[in-house]
């Protein structure tokens, strides 16, 4: 599945602007960390970008609906992966597609977060202080903090290493939450 595919079938099911903000993000990071472990970026873009397609239109069946199209496609790698981008459906992580959509979707929606809140939004952002706010319950209440840490555990770094390289993946590309 290409890229602008994806962007299609993606926005078939979605038009918030939240939402596919969210996916774009997503699908950057995603497209940073297979750079950096020498996997197929445009795989692990569209696998970014399509895991909460389903989740406007279809909410009490995600990610069923998502899964079922991709596997109806062929693209089994990337229907696993969305299947498991949470950790209370029990779904194991297999692989590291799998490792890093858990570990990136939750906490790269609250780095965008942070950065909304600041005049100069990713621009000189440090993991420092999104540790601060991750503390903050009321900031973001909506984001699964105990998502976040499993992920951590799974990709097996440390969290701050992980925000900086989110931070940077998306400094890349402001323009993302700015819609």
């Given at each position: ?7 299609e079938l993606l926005q078939q099911w979605t038009k918030g602007t939240s939402l596919l ?46 899964v079922d199209k991709l596997r109806e496609l062929g693209e089994q790698e990337i229907a ?100």
């Amino acid at each position: 599945m290409t890229y602008e595919s994806a962007k299609e079938l993606l926005q078939q099911w979605t038009k918030g602007t939240s939402l596919l903000r969210h996916a774009f993000t997503v699908s950057q990071v995603m497209r940073k960390y297979a750079r950096k472990y020498g996997e197929d970026e445009e795989l692990w873009a569209v696998t970014g970008l399509l895991h909460d397609a389903d989740y406007e239109a279809f909410p009490e069946d995600h990610p069923n609906r998502i899964v079922d199209k991709l596997r109806e496609l062929g693209e089994q790698e990337i229907a696993y992966a969305i299947s498991a981008h949470y950790t209370k459906w029990g779904v194991p992580h297999k692989s590291l597609l799998d490792k890093v959509l858990l570990a990136c979707d939750e906490l790269t929606g609250f780095i965008v977060a942070c950065a909304q809140v600041r005049p100069q939004g990713f621009e000189g952002m440090r993991s420092k202080s999104v540790t601060k706010k991750l503390k903050q319950k009321s900031f973001a209440a909506k984001v699964d903090r105990e998502e976040i840490h499993r992920g951590v555990e799974l990709l097996e770094v440390p969290i701050n290493e992980h925000i900086d390289f989110i931070i940077l993946a998306l400094q890349e590309r402001q323009d993302l939450i700015n819609n």
